[in-house]
């Protein structure tokens, strides 16, 4: 199970009037641009531990270009690497057999049996307009049959977990033999999403039916936009909308989770060291995310950025304080 999964510029130089810009500005800015186009990193530091937090993506395009050396850079820094779950070997067998015996129906209705005449018609469209197999849909609770919805759109976009950031970076950190710590099992997740109410998995299937002929463009557009560090565009794209989503969702996917990976980190901080966190960047986002939390728990957390010290541009979407050249 990959999804919880998916539940989820320009840059403008201001200079001051008639200051004639050399060329060696210009070749600084241009570099600052080219190593600050890419995924958002923040930074909590105390007297002897340091914690970067990445925002992931967990359906990628193939040759979307996002491991930039800041991110190469503060992970090799890092002595732990945090992730979401471990999705490989016999966890993700358990969790596949956990979301079969949770996910497909044993009571001997079928899913239209739980949809009203809309619904049903939806369903069928859907299953059409995406080559899909409506009796093996029909066999699944709502939230399954959600989360295959969302998946095949995703590979009929081109999108792939097995190309996620999260797998590169699992794949990196086992091959620097980084010491790695998982917040939750893939059976959490699965859990997670299953133990939802029967009302909110309907009113999430009905949504994920209604947009799936624009689901793959959105999540293309949303791998774009976290490829170049587009927060304020990712946030209108992932958190604003649950203001409209079931009651208690935004809760159990984001909220509840960001609380108690918050106080894993606020015991590694209370260490020494480097960590680096990795998880969804929907968790980065909005109020109550894990900066939130982190914050909450008394830890500043800044946006890091690769041009730092440059003091030479600033993103005209970021609302950064001004930076004294020569600082980290």
Sequence with gaps: MRLIFAALLGFSLIACDQVPVSD?????????????????????????????LFGTVHLLPQGLNWQRDDMRDTFAEAGTVFFEADNSG????????LATQRGLRRDGRR???????????????VANNGGLDLAALDSMQ??????????????????????????????RAARSRKNVVYFETPEDQVRQIADLPDA??????????????????TLT????DWAVGDVATLETMLIDPLAAAPENY????????????????DRFLSGSGTGFVAVGTGHMLGEGSLIDALEARGHEVTRYLAFLGEDVIKPADLDLPDVPAGSD
């Design 250 to 265: 935004a809760k159990v996917v984001l909220l509840d989770r960001n609380a108690r990976w918050a106080d894993r980190l």
């Design 111 to 125: 899913l239209t049996d739980t949809l009203d005449n809309y619904q049903s018609k939806l369903l069928e469209a």
């Design 200 to 217: 909110t998995q309907l009113e999430l299937l009905t949504d994920t039916m209604e947009r799936f002929d624009e689901m793959g463009p």
């Design 142 to 171: 709502p939230w399954l049959a959600s989360e295959f919805l969302t998946l095949s759109a995703a590979r009929a976009a081109g999108l792939s977990a097995d190309l996620s950031a999260d797998e590169a970076l699992k794949s």
């Design 24 to 52: 060696g500005a210009v070749r600084k800015v241009e570099e600052a641009r080219a190593r600050n186009d890419a995924p958002a990193i923040w930074r909590v530091q105390d007297e002897d531990s340091t914690l970067y």
């Design 221 to 224: 557009a949303i791998a774009r």
């Design 90 to 97: 016999a966890a993700e067998l358990r969790a596949q057999a």
